[in-house]
């Protein structure tokens, strides 16, 4: 029987992954839509992936959506809220996320109490993933150790210019390009100190699956200005204003730093000459017996002339089907936390598509 599906928010991922459940191959079935813009309320799934109606009706109401009986929520709004997540988990549905609660053992106290009591209550399972935060950060890592006898040290860097990246409100708002350099730090604002946050989780998380024993996490920013200005879809990146971040996450032991995420961001693409040169994309280095060293890109194709918004939609396409193809795996799970490390590997539902 197919496994019944909400998708719980319709931005750039949350499209992705309703696109992936109306494709019966998923063996998964839509039985509704939480939105959050009310020009989206009581608008057809089909009609907002710009298809035929699919008989499923968008909702603004949380609790109207609530109300329906599923085996999981799909979900992905740019702002997240435990009251929410909590409320559905208790209402007997699973969730998968792309937003946070990606090693919720490592969360706030109180809020790790809530969600697990949600989950216990409800009898169902959490999960939060992606592309990084998520699958580059956390699985394949992991994965990549299975070939290990000892690990030294990992570290994670990523590499990307946000000036193709069409959610403004998330590179320009929540993220803070464009702002004074001055005002960005890690408890800026609640975003940003949010965001800080779900990479600190990330660090955890590897770090607590292969027993690094580190005692803390740091997080720190090197916010850089523009030299020039830049026209970013509808706005405009003033020079003197912000259009580099270099954020840090670093696990140490005793000091020593033992597990790293290292993000090198930019808009308009002025690459800061103090700031290291990965290859676009993550590098991803593991000192140990043996060192190995993987880079990863995702591209619409890598045969085909693509256009640059299907390159960068690419990304939301992975980042929706991590956790679009772990569903099955997390419904499955024993009520609680289900994480990178304690899900079996997830893999592609559909694939090749030849059932
Ligand atoms: N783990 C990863 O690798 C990864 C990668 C990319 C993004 N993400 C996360 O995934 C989530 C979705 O990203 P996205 O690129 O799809 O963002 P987006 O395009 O900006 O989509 C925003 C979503 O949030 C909803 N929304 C807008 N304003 C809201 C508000 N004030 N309160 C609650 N919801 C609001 C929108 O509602 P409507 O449905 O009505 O439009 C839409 O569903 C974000 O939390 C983002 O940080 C994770």
Known sequence: MALRIIAWGTGAV?????????????????????VHSAD????????????????????????????????????TPRLTSVDEVCAILASG????????????NRIRL???????AACLRGGTSVHGSGLNPGNISGVLPLALSGMSRTVDEIKLQERADWSAYDSTAITFENMRFGQPVGEISVTASDFLAFNSS???EQVWLLADALHAGIDEVTASVDAVAAKRDHEIFDRVLLA???????????GRREGRPLV????????????????????HGWTLTIEGDPSMRAHFMSLASFKRDASMLEHVNAANVATAMQVVNAIPAVCAAAPGFATGATLPLVHSLIGFGNA
């Open 198 to 200: 779900i990479f600190t």
């Open 93 to 104: 549905k699973n969730v998968v996320t792309t937003a946070f609660l990606f090693h919720p």
């Open 260 to 279: 790293e995420i290292e993000t090198l961001w930019t808009v308009g693409n002025e690459y800061p000459g103090h700031w290291p040169k990965p290859q």
């Open 240 to 250: 003197g204003t912000t259009a580099g971040q270099r954020w840090n996450w670093v």
């Open 40 to 75: 989206k309320d009581g608008v057809d799934a089909g009609t907002i992936l710009g298809r035929a109606p699919v008989g499923v009706l968008a909702s603004a109401d949380a609790e109207r959506v609530l109300a329906v009986e599923a085996d999981c929520v799909v979900y």
């Open 110 to 116: 109180r809020d790790r109490d809530r969600v697990l």
């Open 14 to 34: 949350g499209r992705e992954a309703l696109a992936a459940i109306l494709d019966s191959r998923t063996g998964l079935e839509l039985v509704g839509v939480k």
